[in-house]
C-alpha cells in the first residue's frame, strides 16, 4: 500500500526510534519491560541445552568477540552471539507473545517479540560497553516497532503460513540494534528497509528445530542489518510500507492506522500488552491448560475415570496446534492433545512435561485420543484477538464438568505476580547456572536501569566463574 498517508512510514518509524530517549518512557512501562527482559534471560538459559541451540553452536563455531553466549563461558562476534541467544530463547517455546488490538488479529499473530530484540540488544550492549538503561532503552524500542508492525499487517501473514517472530521480530530486532549503536533516522531507516529484505520463518515447521531458529534468525539478522546500514550499506528507505515492500509482499497489505500516530502512544509493552507464558508450550494451549488444570484438582479427577475431553476453541487454533499425536517433544509443545493430557494425567505442565521421554509415556500416549480439539461455533464469533476456550470432561460414569477461559495466567489482565516471574526465572536458571547465582541475576536485573555498564549484569548469566564464586 502507497498512498499520501502511508508514504514515508519507514523513515517516520525511524524517527521514532532514533528520537526516543529514556525520558519518554512512563515508570509503568519500564517495571513491565523489566518484566519481560527477566523472563527473556531465564528462558535463554532455559535452552542452552537444548539440541537445536547446541547444534547451532556447533555448526555456526565460535566467532571471536565480546557478546555473551548466555549459559555458556563462550563469546562470540555480536552477529554470532544474537543467533546463538535467540536460538536458545525460543527452543523451549518458553517466551512471552505479543497480543492484539483487533478482533482479526490472531492473537497479535503469535509474535514472539521479546526474545529476537533482547538477543539483538544484548550483543550490541556488550559489544559498545553500553548502560543499562541504554540496553532498557533499546529492548522498549524494538519491542514497540515489532508488535507495531505485526499488529498492522494483514493477518494474510500469518494464516498463509509466515511465522511473524521470524519476520517482524527481524524488524524489531534492527531497530533495537540501530538504537543502540546511536543510528541517526537516516540510517535506521536503511537498516529497517535490510531487515524487511532479510525477514523469514514459515510456520510449516513449528514442532521442529527450525522453529527457533527463526527467532535466532530474527536476532542475527536484525543485529547484521544495523551494522550493515551503520557501515553504509545502501537500501529502499521505504521497505515496509512500498508496494514492493514488506507489508504488501508479505502480507497482501496493512493497516496504516495500528502504527501510523501508535508508536509509543501507548507503548504497546502496556496496552494491549504482551503475555509472559505459564507453559514452555504453544501460547494457544494455554487456556484451555489453565481450566483443563482448575478441573483436575478442583475436582480430584481422576485420569482413568474420564471418558473423553472436548476442547472448544476457535478456527485459529488447529491452524497452529498442528499436531494431533505428537511422537516428540517439540511436537507436544504443538499439540493441544498432548497439553490437556499432561495436564489431566500428571497435573503438571513444566519443562520436564516437554521431553520426548514425557510425550511418549505409554500413559499419556493411550490418554491422547480421548482428547477432541474442535471448533466451537459461538467462540469462532467473538473473534481471533483471545483465544477463549471451553473444556467439557464427560466421566465414563456419565457425569460431567467444564469451564471457560479467555486467557492464561501471564496474560496482561491476569498478570503473573513477582514471585512467580521470580519463580520461573529461577527453574529456567537452574537449566545453566547455580540456583544461588540465578537469585544474584534476578536481583541485578531489577536493578539493570541503575547499571553503569551491562557488563557485571550479564557475567551473572554465563556459565562461567564470577568474582568471588568457587568453581
Not at 115 to 141: D, M, Q
Request: aromatic share 6%; charged share 20%.
Amino acid at each position: 500500500m502507497s498512498s499520501e498517508r502511508t508514504a514515508g512510514l519507514t523513515s517516520r518509524v525511524a524517527e521514532f526510534v532514533a528520537a526516543a530517549s529514556w525520558q519518554d518512557f512512563p515508570a509503568d512501562v519500564v517495571t513491565v519491560a523489566l518484566d519481560h527482559v527477566l523472563d527473556s534471560y531465564g528462558v535463554m538459559l532455559a535452552g542452552v541445552h537444548s539440541d537445536p541451540a547446541r547444534i547451532v553452536r556447533e555448526v555456526y563455531g565460535a566467532r571471536p568477540g565480546k557478546s555473551s553466549v548466555l549459559g555458556t563461558g563462550a563469546r562470540q562476534d555480536p552477529i554470532g552471539a544474537a543467533l546463538a541467544n535467540g536460538v536458545a530463547g525460543h527452543a523451549l517455546d518458553y517466551d512471552d507473545t505479543q497480543l492484539s488490538t483487533s478482533p482479526e488479529g490472531v492473537y497479535g499473530l503469535l509474535t514472539h517479540p521479546s526474545v529476537p530484540v533482547l538477543a539483538a540488544c544484548t550483543a550490541i550492549a556488550e559489544e559498545t560497553g553500553a548502560s543499562g538503561r541504554e540496553l532498557l532503552t533499546g529492548f522498549i524500542v524494538g519491542v514497540e516497532v515489532a508488535c507495531r508492525v505485526a499488529d498492522a499487517i494483514s493477518s494474510r501473514h500469518y494464516r498463509a503460513g509466515f511465522h511473524s517472530t521470524g519476520t517482524v521480530g527481524t524488524i524489531g530486532a534492527a531497530a533495537g540494534a540501530g538504537k543502540l549503536l546511536g543510528l541517526h533516522p537516516e540510517r535506521l531507516a536503511v537498516a529497517l528497509s535490510i531487515a524487511a529484505s532479510m525477514a523469514s520463518g514459515l510456520r510449516e515447521n513449528f514442532g521442529t528445530m527450525t522453529k527457533p531458529l527463526h527467532s535466532g534468525r530474527a536476532a542475527s539478522n536484525g543485529v547484521a542489518a544495523a551494522l550493515l546500514a551503520r557501515g553504509g550499506f545502501t537500501a529502499s528507505d521505504s521497505g515496509l510500507e512500498a508496494p514492493r515492500g514488506f507489508f504488501s509482499a508479505a502480507g497482501g497489505g496493512f493497516a496504516a492506522e495500528r502504527i501510523e500516530g501508535r508508536l509509543g502512544r501507548p507503548f504497546f509493552l502496556r496496552d494491549p500488552g504482551v503475555s509472559i507464558k505459564p507453559y514452555p508450550s504453544g501460547s494457544l494451549a494455554h487456556p484451555a491448560m489453565d481450566v483443563m488444570l482448575d478441573l483436575a484438582r478442583g475436582h480430584d479427577l481422576e485420569p482413568g475415570r474420564i471418558e473423553r475431553i472436548e476442547v472448544g476453541t476457535n478456527s485459529n487454533v488447529p491452524n497452529a496446534l498442528i499436531h494431533h499425536r505428537p511422537v516428540t517433544g517439540l511436537q507436544g509443545k504443538f499439540s493441544m492433545e498432548y497439553c490437556i493430557a499432561t495436564c489431566a494425567v500428571r497435573r503438571r505442565a513444566g519443562l520436564a512435561e516437554f521431553t520426548d521421554e514425557a510425550v511418549l509415556d505409554p500413559g499419556i500416549q493411550r490418554f491422547l485420543p480421548k482428547v477432541d480439539l474442535v471448533v466451537a461455533p459461538h467462540l469462532e464469533t467473538l473473534g481471533y484477538q483471545h483465544v477463549r476456550s471451553r473444556v467439557i470432561v464427560t466421566m465414563k460414569d456419565g457425569g460431567r464438568v467444564g469451564g471457560e477461559a479467555e486467557w492464561a495466567r501471564g496474560y496482561p489482565a491476569m498478570p503473573m505476580t513477582e514471585a512467580e516471574l521470580t519463580a520461573k526465572f529461577t527453574e529456567c536458571a537452574a537449566e545453566a547456572i547455580p540456583v544461588a547465582r540465578a537469585a544474584e541475576a534476578a536481583e541485578a536485573i531489577g536493578f539493570l536501569a541503575e547499571a553503569e555498564t551491562v557488563t557485571k549484569t550479564l557475567a551473572l548469566l554465563t556459565a562461567g566463574e564470577t568474582a568471588g564464586e568457587q568453581q
